[in-house]
């Protein structure tokens, strides 16, 4: 199993709102790919700006078919517009 971690800072108001569109539509569509066991999309409670994309996938592979998803449908690149951190994936080791 892998664990990501991901997160998104909107460059201002405007831009979180449009943020928070996409990954909207693209945890509806993430929920029929193959291999996905979790995907949740959460906010935080005083940065309204902030975004946490929390992903369990079966193995590396259905990981990488997503990641490829992304960017083949333009997820990524829009996203990139709109943020003001660099767009980076997190993979997460359970420790016990």
């Known amino acids: 199993m892998i664990t990501v971690l991901t997160k ?5 108001e405007g831009s979180a709102k449009e943020l928070r569109e996409i990954l909207n539509q693209l945890r509806q569509e993430t929920s029929r790919e ?3 066991i979790n995907y949740e999309v959460f906010s935080v409670n ?3 700006n902030s975004f946490y994309i929390f992903e369990k996938w079966e193995n590396e592979n259905d990981l990488n078919n997503h990641i490829e998803t992304i960017s083949i449908n333009g997820y990524a690149s829009n996203a990139e517009k709109l943020i003001s951190n660099k767009l980076e994936n997190i993979l997460l080791t359970k420790l016990i």
Do not use: I, M, P, R
């Not at 998104?8 to 201002?12: A, F, M, Q, S, V």
């Open 46 to 48: 005083n940065d309204l």
């Open 34 to 36: 193959k291999g996905l």
């Open 8 to 12: 998104l800072t909107g460059k201002n």
